[in-house]
């Protein structure tokens, strides 16, 4: 969980959304990904539809970006032993995924 922003000459990813929301820059992800079925209030739903249409993005790509800064958030506000211990969840989640074979590719031509 990455707390800080490794280089200060780079935009953190709450930064780069922002930008993209004023049109003023694009962004898009490249790695694995894993299809999870989730339900959305009604007021996110209206909020993220919005963001979809205002910046021409994928449902896919804005539900990641606003999962992104809300885990780098809350990772900011807690402390050093539960985050430590996040990470040794989280690694062995990843281990797992990559065991089992279900990491997809990178491709999201289907969002």
């Known amino acids: 969980m990455k707390l800080h922003n490794p ?3 780079e935009p953190t990813n709450l930064q780069m959304l922002v930008a993209e929301v004023k049109k003023s820059a694009s962004s898009s992800y490249h790695g694995g990904y894993i299809q ?3 339900r959305v209030e ?3 739903y209206t909020r993220l ?3 979809v249409k205002h910046t021409g ?3 896919n790509k804005i539900m990641n970006d606003l999962l992104r800064i809300g885990i780098e958030t809350l990772a900011s506000s807690l402390d050093d032993e539960t985050i430590k211990t996040l990470f040794e969840i989280e690694t062995s989640i990843t281990a797992d995924l990559y065991a089992s074979g279900k990491m997809k590719s990178g491709d999201q031509s289907d969002d």
Do not use: D, K, T
Request: hydrophobic share 40%.
């Open 7 to 9: 280089n200060p000459n």
């Open 36 to 38: 999870v079925p989730f």
């Open 42 to 44: 009604f007021a996110s």
């Open 49 to 51: 539809e919005a963001l």
């Open 57 to 59: 993005s994928s449902r």
